[in-house]
């Protein structure tokens, strides 16, 4: 099992920031990946940023130039920086992880219980 553990969030205007973070604790195995995704009224759940063991970072198209995703390895942790908000990035975030076993190469996935972001015109 890998808790998940989110901070951040809350109400902000537009145009202004805000910053989330997520650490895991663990059974953290291999082949990790970390990152938001978030859910708006109404909408399925989509991706916001995602990062990989190897440092490999994808962004939605909606928030590229805007978010920035950065990791603590040591922590376990990731951080998402959000600029230049918009009303549209109004929604539930998520935190997302998912890990490999070593031996029997089994995938396994994980959720934050999710954070709100009202972001007000």
């Known amino acids: 099992q890998v808790q998940l553990v989110e901070s951040g969030g809350g109400l902000v205007q537009a145009g202004g920031s805000l910053r989330l973070s997520c650490a895991a604790s663990?059974?953290?195995?291999?082949?990790?990946?970390m990152g938001w995704y978030r859910q708006a009224p109404g909408k399925q759940r989509e991706l916001v940023a995602i990062?990989?063991?190897?440092?490999?970072?994808n962004y939605a198209d909606s928030v590229k130039g805007r978010f920035t995703l950065s990791r603590d390895t040591s922590k376990n942790t990731v951080y998402l920086q959000m600029n230049s908000l918009k009303p549209e990035d109004t929604a539930v975030y998520y935190c997302y992880f998912a890990t490999t076993t070593s031996l029997l190469r089994r995938r396994y996935e994980y959720w934050g219980q999710g954070t709100q972001v009202t972001v007000s015109s």
């Open positions: 990062i990989t063991d190897g440092g490999t970072t």
């Open positions: 663990g059974s953290i195995f291999i082949d990790n990946s």
